[in-house]
């Protein structure tokens, strides 16, 4: 009997550790503002000869509780360089800790999916913005401030 709840007890201290815990997010997780830098290439999907163009981006993205985010960033594309003030969009988190992000961009909605890690204290991200005749690649991290 003894042995039985010895047993009982080590199962349910194993099942209640930070070990045994799932990670669980929400759009809390990530409210506030974090910092990226980020470099990559657009190209001309189907088009072989096509050179690519690459870019680089750094800036920030701030979260608020209730899913609406911005953004505001400095963007070298080729050598020119420019700077974007405020850019706004929409954003979800799924309780396993992936989401999506969708920005309100000058040529047609931008989006990216997105994990969080270490609680929130990062978000790696990846562009999947799809347009006719023109294509992203990019990926990068983002840390909170």
Do not use: W
């Not at 709840?5 to 201290?13: D, F, M, N, S, Y």
């Not at 669980?24 to 409210?31: L, V």
């Not at 974007?84 to 999916?113: K, Q």
């Amino acid at each position: 009997m003894k042995s039985h709840l010895l047993l009982l007890t080590a199962v349910a201290l194993t099942l209640l550790s930070p070990i045994g815990a799932q990670a669980s997010c929400s759009t809390s997780t990530i409210s506030g503002t974090y910092g990226f830098a980020v470099q990559g290439f657009t190209l001309k999907p189907g088009d072989p000869v096509a050179k690519s163009t690459s870019y680089a981006l750094i800036g920030t993205v701030t979260f608020n509780a209730y899913g609406t985010v911005n953004r505001a960033f400095t963007l070298d594309a080729a050598g020119q360089v420019t700077s974007v003030d405020t850019n706004a969009g929409t954003y979800t988190v799924n309780p396993n800790c992936s989401g999506s992000i969708a920005f309100d961009a000058p040529f047609g909605l931008e989006t990216f999916s997105f994990t969080i890690v270490g609680k929130g204290a990062a978000i790696l991200f990846l562009n999947t913005t799809t347009l006719p005749n023109f294509g992203f690649v990019q990926s990068g991290r983002m840390e909170r401030q």
